[in-house]
């Protein structure tokens, strides 16, 4: 079974700093890749979504990348603000596309 | 542009009740998945849709079934309601991959069930 593991579990960062979120996965055998912001008891938001065949992905001030060969991907959040503060999950699908496997998530706090 | 929608957003059951959550997926979308996000916890898959039929099944217990019916709307039936089950559902949509996307998911605002 796919385990995703994200590192770190908390972050707590001034604001206007540059951070870097971690997510691993076991098998590299995906489909796509999809990170995803959640407000506190709320539902999840899209940020972005990368296709196994490709290495990154940007929208604003954020960055994704995947390694899949070796079951990384990053997400970059550049000049953080505290609206950034949220728990960010990543999630990988199965090849089949059908299935999707959650991280365990990273709660940032961008201070003001 | 319109969302996915989830109904009942809130709901109380005693143990031993039964309960049913719907979603109402994006327009054109033809997969529904349902996810169960327990207290500080990354959600869980339960059980997906792709066309009406079942396509994938996750840690869904016995005690729930699922649907989708002609109009793409589905619905998650839970039986025997235990202390367990307390915990936000949410569903999300997407374009299948034969359907010409990259089978993005988006999620509905969530249902909060409670057992008493």
């Known amino acids: 079974k796919q385990e995703v593991t994200q590192i770190p579990a908390a972050l707590s960062v001034p604001e206007g700093e540059n951070l870097v979120l971690n997510c691993s996965f076991t098998?590299?055998?995906?489909?796509?890749l999809q990170w995803f912001r959640q407000d506190p008891g709320k539902g999840l938001t899209s940020l972005l979504l990368?296709?196994?065949?490709?290495r990154e992905q940007t929208s604003g001030r954020l960055n994704a990348s995947l390694d899949k060969s070796s079951g990384r991907s990053t997400l970059y959040i550049a000049a953080s603000q505290p609206g950034d503060s949220a728990t960010y999950l990543c999630?990988?699908?199965?090849?089949?596309?059908?299935?999707?496997?959650f991280g365990t998530g990273t709660s940032l706090t961008v201070i003001p | 542009a319109a969302g996915v929608i989830q109904s009942p957003r809130h709901l109380i059951k005693e143990k031993r009740e039964t309960a049913t959550l719907k979603c109402y997926p994006i327009?054109?979308?033809?997969?529904v998945y349902w996810y169960q996000q327990g207290p500080g916890q990354d959600p869980q898959f339960l059980i997906s849709?792709?066309?009406?039929?079942?396509?994938d099944k996750g840690s869904i217990p016995d005690r729930f079934s699922a649907q989708q019916f002609s109009d793409y709307h589905s619905e998650l039936n839970m039986s025997s309601l235990e202390l367990g089950d307390s915990a936000l559902y949410f569903c999300?949509?997407?374009?299948?991959?034969?359907?010409?996307?990259?089978?993005?998911?988006?999620f509905g605002p969530g249902t909060r069930l409670t057992v008493l």
């Open positions: 999300a949509s997407s374009l299948s991959l034969t359907g010409g996307s990259y089978n993005e998911q988006f």
């Open positions: 098998d590299s055998a995906i489909y796509n």
């Open positions: 990368i296709q196994s065949s490709q």
């Open positions: 999630a990988v699908s199965s090849n089949t596309g059908n299935q999707f496997y």
């Open positions: 327009p054109r979308h033809d997969t």
């Open positions: 849709f792709y066309e009406k039929m079942q396509s």
